[in-house]
């Protein structure tokens, strides 16, 4: 189901590059103390999903994201209090050796965990740049949407996927992952992470 949205997007950010490309732009992104990041962001109407506006704020964020080595991006992130939320994991320099995630568009989500079970592991944010800290994660979700197209989504995921989807989700619902951590004694800057934290 991934691949085929996967090819699906490639289509629709990089089929006609010349077009796509001039109309593309880098969003500024909302940092920590934006109210936005604090909203419980509006649904998007299904019939709205293939406009033209919606079908934009898609590609630039999935432009900005790109832009930033994010690994997932939501609309509130770029001070749009939408139900959407984009998330790729390639080769990435803010978070190496992880396993790949193809680009994904969820509008709407919800999420169902599949387990008890939680795993803590680092995380950081666009929001709140420079900054790390351990964050308790389901491994283990059910994962609905619509995609970039308005088709029904419905999958699993589990680990960094599922966790990378938490993240968003909690975005969507005007939460920040300092509000899931179970304490602050993991929060670190990224230098002292490399330095101090880099086997644990
Ligand atoms: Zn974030």
């Known amino acids: 189901m991934q691949v085929e949205i996967a090819e699906k997007l490639h289509v629709v ?7 796509v490309r001039k109309f593309m732009a880098i969003l500024k992104v909302a940092r920590l103390g934006n109210p936005v990041l604090r909203e419980h962001a509006a649904p998007i109407p299904p019939d709205q999903i293939q406009s033209s506006d919606v079908q934009r704020l898609i590609e630039d964020m999935v432009a900005t994201m790109h832009e930033y080595d994010g690994v997932g991006l939501a609309a509130v ?20 050796r992880k396993p790949q995630v193809p680009l994904t568009v969820l509008i709407n ?27 308790p994660r389901y491994k283990s979700i059910r994962v609905s949407a619509y995609d970039a197209m308005g088709a029904q989504l419905d999958f699993i995921a589990s680990d960094f996927h599922a966790r990378v989807i938490q993240h968003e989700w909690d975005h969507l ?7 899931r951590m179970r304490d602050f004694s993991t929060l670190t800057h990224l230098q002292e992470l490399t330095r101090f934290w880099m086997d644990k």
């Open 109 to 135: 989500p919800s999420i169902t965990p599949l387990t008890e079970e939680m795993e803590e592991d680092w995380e950081g944010c666009l929001s709140i740049p420079e900054l790390r800290g351990k964050v």
């Open 173 to 179: 619902q005007g939460k920040v992952y300092l509000d």
């Open 13 to 19: 950010f990089f089929g006609p590059v010349c077009v």
């Open 77 to 96: 992130q770029i001070h749009e209090s939408k139900q959407l939320a984009v998330l790729e994991v390639a080769e990435n320099p803010r978070y190496p």
